[in-house]
């Protein structure tokens, strides 16, 4: 499933929602998805374009991503779906902790929520490295998750 742009526009008297890369009416107009009706807008009433926050976390850096083991069809409150988080290299390497201890994914993360840990392009010097030694702490070995679970 690919979650796309939306538009936010008010029309019918509500706030409306609609897929922005959705085919185009006749002539190019935006149609209502309430009533159908190709509204007219001011400058000020203009649509807003609300960018999808689901993204390829590979394609980050410096990034906290949350996803799940089924992609955005596993990311639903009716489900028991297991959350799954990792933070990205310079690279856009996922370093996450699972059953197995560090795992560094180039996969996997396509479908994920991200949220930048510093301005875009301006990954903190030696994050990479900083990254790497905080991975290899004995905090974070399989064992560890094991017997925390188990406490729990």
């Known amino acids: 499933m690919e979650l796309g742009d939306l538009l936010r526009f008010s029309h019918c008297g509500r706030t409306v929602f609609t897929m922005a890369d959705a085919a185009p009416a006749p002539a190019g107009l935006l149609r209502c998805p309430e009533c159908g009706l190709a509204p007219s807008f001011s400058l000020v009433e203009a649509p807003v374009r609300v960018r999808s926050p689901v993204v390829d976390g590979h394609r980050t850096s410096c990034c906290f991503l949350v996803t799940s083991r089924h992609g955005l069809d596993g990311l ?18 996922v370093l996450s902790y699972t059953e197995s201890g560090v795992q560094r994914e180039q996969h996997g993360w396509e479908q994920s929520l991200v949220i930048p840990l510093v ?3 301006n990954c903190i010097p030696n994050w ?3 990254l790497d030694h905080f991975a290899a702490m004995d905090t974070w070995t399989a064992d560890r998750l094991r017997s925390r679970s188990l406490a729990l």
């Open 76 to 93: 639903s409150e009716e489900t028991d779906c297991e959350l799954h988080v990792g933070i990205s290299n310079s690279q856009g390497v």
């Open 119 to 121: 301005s875009p392009g």
């Open 128 to 130: 990479d490295t900083q």
